[in-house]
């Protein structure tokens, strides 16, 4: 609860109207969604971790006289929202929606096959 007496992701409605709107039952638009997402995915993440090496680099290479403010931004973590970001635009739910999660023992015993 949110302190006025409402659910911060919504009503039950909401959610009804979410899941059947946002669920994907059709095979072929469920793997352009997935192919879709993977590539947003690699595209953030992979710019992300270019981003963090680049910010660090004054503190992490000999020879490069490092100011404070190189300490400073080489302790942020430019990625660390990311996932809330992607969960407050619905993105992340409608990934927990339509793709399932396994474990990693649940991964290796299905990776056999």
């Excluded at 109207?17 to 969604?33: P, Q, V, Y």
Aim: include cysteine.
């Amino acid at each position: 609860m949110d302190g006025t007496g409402t659910d911060i992701d919504g009503t039950n409605d909401d959610f009804y109207r979410f899941c059947t709107e946002f669920f994907i039952g059709n095979e072929k638009e469920l793997l352009e969604t997935f192919n879709s997402v993977q590539n947003h995915l690699e595209n953030i993440f992979g710019r992300l971790d270019r981003m963090t090496l680049d910010l660090r680099r004054p503190v992490h290479i000999d020879g490069i006289k490092v100011t404070q403010v190189d300490e400073l931004i080489s302790g942020w973590d430019p990625s660390a929202n990311v996932i809330n970001d992607l969960f407050s635009n619905k993105v992340g739910f409608i990934v927990a929606l339509n793709f399932p999660y396994y474990t990693l023992e649940e991964k290796e015993k299905l990776g056999e096959n």
